[in-house]
């Protein structure tokens, strides 16, 4: 599939992606991109999140490929059975915290509780750093194992953020365009 031809909806995690991320530089020079605001990016209310992923992927014209960061991706996972059946093509899942172990990820994230260990209905790929602070390689493998997602190490690349020097990314760009060449 090329970019070109589905609707890319970019999905930040807590606190928005903020100026230099990866995720709004992917949706400057993506014309099909958009980012899925939410109504509060600080104090998230997983209901409000997950209804607001369904309701952009039924608003979508053509095919949807998801692009989420941190906790969007649990957001995304809660998310994925209410979604309109065949209408998601595909997911790049970056850097999911372990919300129910980890005692570094935000108080703000834990209000998303278990997360689902049901496959996803569409195929995945999920990338995470082997020094991410908010999850461990043993939990994002366990995740993508779960989730039927392919499972790509990041090498030492902190949680995939500005703060860990990740603006442009062009690494994952190109993971993602393998993506997309697979859907």
């Not at 369904?54 to 209410?82: D, M, T, W, Y």
Request: charged share 20%.
């Amino acid at each position: 599939m090329r970019i070109a031809d589905a609707d890319i909806l970019i999905l930040p995690g807590l606190g928005n992606s903020g100026p230099g991320h990866w995720q709004l530089r992917w949706a400057e020079k993506m014309s099909t991109a958009a980012i899925v605001e939410q109504a509060e990016w600080d104090e998230p209310d997983p209901e409000d999140w997950t209804d607001t992923i369904v309701k952009a992927v039924e608003l979508a014209r053509r095919p949807v490929v998801l692009v989420a960061h941190s906790l969007a991706c649990i957001a995304l996972v809660q998310a994925a059975a209410r979604l309109p059946e065949g209408k998601v093509k595909g997911a790049f899942l970056v850097s999911p915290p372990d919300i129910e172990s980890n005692k570094d990820v935000p108080e703000e994230a834990r209000a998303f509780g278990l997360v689902p260990r049901d496959p996803l209905p569409f195929p995945s790929l999920l990338v995470i750093s082997d020094s991410d602070p908010l999850c461990s390689l043993e939990c994002a493998a366990d995740y993508a194992g779960a989730w039927g997602s392919d499972f790509h190490q990041a090498g030492n690349a902190g949680h995939i953020n500005v703060h860990s020097g990740h603006g442009p990314w062009p690494e994952g760009l190109l993971m993602f365009t393998r993506l997309m060449q697979r859907l």
